[in-house]
């Protein structure tokens, strides 16, 4: 049903991943600035929860290609830190896409925390820890290896790369990657 080269392309060299042995690994590279990002959020996280094969360890991957997906990258690490990232992951796309706030400096990053009970204090020590950090430096190492230059992009175990638009729509998206999977 899916074609090397109309459906998805083939990662040359394919690429180590982190998932579990006996699993395989199914990334979203993402940036909460992107409209088709904020578009396929809800069928992303239902087909995470709910519809993946159970062998299937899914992640997001920020975007890291200028300051401000860098600073996107920081503010999803630092809701992960903090432990609110399932809270407020739909909530930074609807802030910045319904409520036109572009979260693109700290104090707004801030006060888009305060309101999920995160002082300002405890904000700053979870964007600067050495966790953030880390997954930064990792986040744009993966980047970097996947040749991130568009979102939304999916990665499967390292191997195989695809899109809405090469799938074909998002059911069959979510059917490609089950198949990609499989293999």
């Not at 239902?46 to 991957?61: D, H, I």
């Not at 690490?77 to 693109?104: C, M, W």
């Not at 990792?138 to 695809?162: C, H, M, Q, W």
């Amino acid at each position: 049903r899916f074609r090397e080269g109309r459906h998805y392309r083939r990662i040359v060299p394919a690429q180590p991943t982190s998932a579990a042995p006996g699993a395989v690994e199914v990334i979203e590279a993402f940036w909460y600035g992107c409209g088709h990002c904020f578009a396929i959020d809800p069928a992303v996280d239902s087909w995470s929860r709910n519809g993946k094969p159970e062998y299937v360890q899914f992640m997001r991957l920020p975007a890291m290609w200028n300051e401000t997906t860098r600073m996107h990258a920081r503010l999803y690490y630092t809701a992960e830190e903090l432990g609110k990232l399932d809270e407020v992951h739909s909530q930074i796309f609807r802030e910045i896409h319904v409520n036109n706030n572009p979260l693109n400096t700290m104090d707004a990053m801030i006060a888009f925390f305060q309101r999920h009970g995160v002082s300002e204090q405890e904000f700053r020590k979870a964007s600067s820890s050495f966790g953030v950090e880390t997954k930064l430096q990792r986040a744009d190492l993966l980047n970097r290896r996947y040749r991130i230059e568009s979102v939304p992009v999916f990665l499967v175990n390292g191997k195989y790369r695809t899109g809405l638009g090469e799938a074909g729509g998002e059911s069959e998206l979510f059917a490609l990657l089950g198949e990609l999977a499989a293999h």
